[in-house]
Structure formats: C-alpha cells, structure tokens
C-alpha cells in the first residue's frame, strides 16, 4: 500500500531518573507533546508484569479544532535498566496515523502491519516517520480465526468490553493475530473506536475494549475463556445471531468475507447500538449506511461450504441452524448449476458422508434438506441412472434389503412427480410396493416397455417384466394382447436386455419375455411373427426361442431364419433364394428329394426300412441340431 505518515512518541523513564512516566521524546506537527502524554496515559491498562511484555495495544483519538480522528498503535517492553529507585520500569512506543490517510484508496492495515512497520524505527530525530506495512492480507487473518474470535467479535457488538482468559500460555504474537483476527470479522470501519490489547491488568480501570487478562474485571466485562466451548451466561441474541453469521464462512470463504468485510471503512461507534445492529444486518446483505442500503453484499459462502456446515448440523441435530443453511442451499440449487458443479457436488459428498442420527427421524427440517440436496446434485428429471448414483453418493449399502434414511426416501417422494419414467419407478421401488404400484398404475403396457428400452437400467428391466406377467394372465386376453403388443412394437425388449445381461442370463431373460408374450410353446405362427420384424436378432435371442420351440417347428424356425438373412442381403426373389427354399424343404422331407434318390441308386444304394424308434429319436436330433447350427450360422 502507499506510505503512511505516522507521528510517534515515547513514553517512560529516563534511566536513574527518580522522575514520574512521561513523554521523553516525540515528533513535531499535528500532535503535541501534551496531547501525546494525555492520550497514552488515557489508554493505559494498569501496572503491567513483567511476563505480559512486550506488550501490544491500539488505541483511538480525536486531534485538532475539527476532531479529526487519529488511529494508534503502541509496543511496550522493559528496558535492560533501572529507574532511580532501582525498579525495572517499561517504555512505551507509539505510532499513531490518521484514519483519513489509513482508508484511503483501496488498501487497509492489519494492527500486525502497523506493528511489524512501527518495530522498524529508530525513534530518533522529531520528525514523522513514514511507514511501508504490508498490504492487508485477508487470508492470513482468516487462517488465525478460531471459535474463539468469532465469539469475541460477536460480543464486542453487545456494547461491552471483552476479556479472554486462560490464555496465559499465547505468545505475545499469537495474542496479536488472535486480535487482529476478532478486528477482521467486523466491518473495518469498527477499528475506528476499538482499542485492543495483548494483556491488561483487570485491577485497575482502563479504556480497552478488547484484552487477555488473568481474571476478567469483576462486573461490566464478558470473560471469555480460551477455546472453550461454553457460551457465556446470558448470552445475547444479538450476539448469537452475528456468531451464527460467522460460523457460514470457513476456508476461502472466510478470507472472501474478510477482504470484503475490510472495505467497510464507514466509521463504526461500539457505543452507539444503532451500529452495532447494523453490524449484524450488513452480515445478512441488509442495510448498512445511515440513512441509505448498502451498495454490497457479503460474500455468499460456497456450496462445498454449506455442504458441511449442513453435515455438521445433522450430526449434532440441530434443526434450527440446519433450517437456516438449507436456506441458503436452496438458492444456489435455484441458480445456474452446470453438469461439472453437479459432479463436483457429488464427489464432496460421497467423501463426506451424510448420516442423519436416528433421533431425527423424518423430521420435516431434514426432509427439506435432502429435497433440496437432490435438486442440487442431480437434474431436474431424475433418471434411474440418478438414483442410483444417489444411493452410491450417499452411502447407502449396496446390498438386498438396505433402504436410504426415512428423510431421504421422504424427500425423493417430493421428486418423483417431476423425475424421467426411469426415476420414478426406481423411487417408487424405493419407497415400497404400494408407491411402486400405485406408479405403475398410470403406465400403459406401451410406456412400461420404452422405458425399460430407454433406461438399460437392470432394476427397471426387472420391474417392467414383473408388471408385465402381472397384466398378461391367460384369463385376460385383452390385457396379454396389450402386453404382446408392446413387447414386440418394442423388439421384444432386446435392446435392454443385451445392455445389462450377458450369455446365460440374456437368454433367461429372453425366455421370460417370450414367455410372458405368449404363454405356450411357440408354434410356427408364432415364430413367423416374432422373427418378421427383427433384422439380425442375437443369437441368445435365437437360444432363447428354441428352448420354447414346439414339436414340429424346426423348419418354420430355419425358414423364417433364412427368410431374414435373404431379405437382410437383398436376395429376396434371386435363383439363390430359390435354392436355399428347395434345400430346407429337402432338409425336412422323408426321402431327401427326387435328386438325392438319384444320388442313391447311382451309388447303388437301397431305401431304408423303417426306422427304429431310436433311430427315429436320432433323426429327429440331428434334425435339431442343424438346425440350431445353421441358425447361429445365419445371425452371427
């Protein structure tokens, strides 16, 4: 940032001097010496002990016929010598600049700054220094919040002074960030009357604000013990409400909500309860200035952000807090989420379980969670493929029997009406055979079985089946007419089937659907219907059929087989389909045909008597054998 002109002073002792604490030597210009003497003296905070040096405090002033406002900060620490009664005494440096010159521009000065810039200077001569510090880094600050800060900051905007204890074991510097930090979860503009300290003596009366002490103050001051815990006794709403606000914001959106809470430089006044409410409405993105709305809002904390505040929150059951940040949650699941947010959602979660305890059933609070959790991670129009996702994100195990939580499968029941076909028989096969049945009720036979198509989803494939051979009984012929129908408008639902089963099970599966289409061996009427319209069907399809294949039906099956390979090759109505006719028909009849007799008595030989009857068994095998052969041979 840009130099600051800083003037300085030094109160103490001159060595061996019997005389009082005073101002030994300052700079000339805007203060004077008295001034200086009255305003150091003004924030002192008692006697202090040796182990609470160095010590660090800010201080606060107005200056000059105008009351322009001045900003301090001091370093005191014991000198090696001893006054003129032989006791050790401290000296005290201070640095102070105008606030003017501090908010100027875009850039602000953390106490850590100004008191790393104030450590550099000599103190001779009596001119103002002009100090370099550090640019105002907001994700140092955030990194030093604890629990702790976010609790001080939300006191202080009671109105009362602040004391933290238990600390005695913090470094002068840990103690410095840790203030700094509480200052950096307010908006700047309160630095203007805060004054902070990194010890005081709680035996004598002082102006800080904001200190460590070994014993708070007996009355008028919050003790707020070192990470503990506890809420103090009567702890206001006020200052609830602001720590809640704080608790939002972690990681890299904290450091966002400090960078931007640091360009709220409009002056803050901690003793005037008109500021100190409007601290908290300006957290919310609430009015602001006197007399006007703020032209900012706070930065909004990130869905990964909510995610696990949300998740903290159902594991402690905290409803309320956990209605607030679903809230929140809610408009960014309103708002433009991309497919790559979605999956990036999802792999947070599935690293970051959710499981709700058990004394939170299906509360309303959680239900509205996970409504709106769904809509989050997944489109609008949940498929199969989505809930199963979601079962796996969420970590439900994968085995027969295991349910999602009461809440969740609550609120995929809010998702089902506006969830794909797919989704809603998943969630519905979810949440039990009466919500299963009752979707179902409202398909067609023509619907079930695009679905099962559009899905490839092997849950939903099983679903459609069972609801098929549920509609298609032999004592209703309309309805094993409609189930008909649609499995072969539907290509006998092949192309579902290949996707999720292989070898053995297809063809069970084949076989199941043939079975539920028909409900008898298939006749050669059959065959010709089934095979009509399928161009190159799979040859498990092809097993399939066979295991249901009635006596007899071997060459309808070979013909209509070979019927669609000459169609498939365009040789419909060609010398070669001619051929391939008059060849099955001499496949299947009794004397081989007019040229195999001839072959015969060329070779010399005789008819056959009649067959045995295990011959006859023989015949009929190899029949079916080549037939099968020549079957897998045409529809490779």
């Not at 600050?141 to 913090?170: E, F, I, K, S």
Request: with cysteine; charged share 25%; aromatic share 6%.
């Amino acid at each position: 940032m840009e130099r600051l002109t800083a003037h300085w002073a030094i109160l103490g002792k001159t060595p061996e001097s019997l005389d009082d604490y005073g101002v030994i030597r300052c700079s000339t210009g805007a203060i004077t010496n008295a001034e200086f003497g009255m305003w150091l003296k003004a924030f002192t905070s008692g006697t202090m002990e040796p182990k609470a040096l160095p010590r660090v405090a800010t201080s606060y002033f107005t200056a000059g016929p105008g009351g322009e406002p001045w900003l301090g900060l001091s370093l005191q620490r014991e000198p090696d010598s001893q006054d003129g009664f032989h006791r050790p005494y401290a000296m005290t440096y201070y640095v102070c600049v105008r606030w003017a010159d501090l908010v100027a521009g875009g850039s602000r000065v953390s106490y850590r700054a100004l008191y790393e810039a104030l450590a550099g200077q000599d103190f001779s001569g009596d001119a103002p220094f002009l100090l370099s510090p550090a640019a105002y880094d907001e994700r140092r600050l955030a990194a030093q919040v604890n629990p702790t800060a976010r609790r001080a900051a939300a006191l202080l905007l009671t109105g009362r002074p602040v004391c933290v204890v238990r600390a005695g074991h913090l470094s002068p510097d840990r103690r410095l960030d840790f203030l700094d930090a509480v200052a950096a979860l307010l908006p700047y503009g309160f630095r203007h009357t805060l004054a902070v300290s990194t010890w005081t003596n709680s035996a004598s009366l002082h102006r800080i604000r904001l200190s460590f002490a070994e014993v708070p103050p007996t009355h008028g001051t919050w003790e707020l013990p070192w990470e503990s815990d506890e809420r103090p006794a009567s702890y206001p709403s006020e200052a609830l409400a602001y720590e809640k606000e704080l608790e939002r914001y972690q990681g890299d959106d904290l450091g966002d909500l400090v960078g931007w809470l640091g360009t709220l430089v409009e002056p803050g006044d901690f003793g005037d309860a008109s500021h100190r409410a409007a601290a908290t409405r300006l957290l919310r993105g609430e009015v602001w200035a006197r007399g006007g709305r703020s032209a900012v809002h706070p930065p909004r904390p990130s869905v990964e952000q909510l995610l696990r505040q949300c998740r903290e929150s159902i594991a402690n059951a905290d409803e309320r807090r956990l209605g607030e940040l679903t809230t929140l949650l809610a408009e960014r699941a309103r708002g433009r989420v991309t497919d790559q947010d979605r999956r990036t959602y999802r792999v947070f979660v599935r690293a970051n379980p959710i499981r709700p305890p058990e004394r939170l059933g299906a509360s309303a609070v959680l239900c509205d969670f996970f409504e709106v959790l769904l809509r989050l991670l997944y489109a609008a129009r949940m498929r199969a493929v989505d809930v199963e996702e979601m079962l796996v994100d969420l970590g439900v195990p994968h085995r027969p029997g295991a349910a999602p939580p009461a809440a969740v499968l609550a609120a995929m029941g809010r998702l089902l009406p506006s969830s794909a076909p797919s989704g809603r028989l998943l969630i519905a096969h979810l949440r039990g055979p009466e919500h299963l049945h009752t979707v179902l009720a409202t398909m067609s036979e023509d619907e079930l079985c695009d679905v099962a198509v559009r899905s490839r989803n092997r849950k939903v494939l099983e679903i459609v089946l069972d609801e098929a051979d549920r509609r298609a009984l032999p004592s209703d012929p309309r309805g094993m007419e409609a189930v008909r129908y649609a499995l072969a408008r539907h290509r006998y639902l092949i192309e579902a089937i290949s996707s999720v089963h292989a070898a053995e099970e297809s063809v069970l599966r084949y076989r199941e659907v043939l079975q539920v289409g028909h409900r008898r061996d298939l006749t050669g009427a059959d065959i010709k219907e089934i095979l009509a319209d399928l161009d190159s069907p799979p040859r498990t399809f092809l097993l399939a059929m066979m295991t249901l294949c009635a006596p007899g039906t071997a060459p309808a099956l070979l013909q209509t087989m070979a019927g669609g390979t000459m169609r498939e090759l365009s040789l419909t109505g060609s010398p070669v389909a001619d051929d391939v006719r008059a060849g099955i028909d001499r496949m299947f009849s009794r004397d081989g045909g007019g040229r195999a007799a001839r072959y015969r008595r060329s070779a010399g030989l005789r008819r056959l008597g009649p067959a045995s009857t295990p011959g006859k068994v023989l015949a009929a095998a190899s029949v079916v054998m080549v037939v099968a052969a020549l079957a897998l041979w045409l529809w490779p």
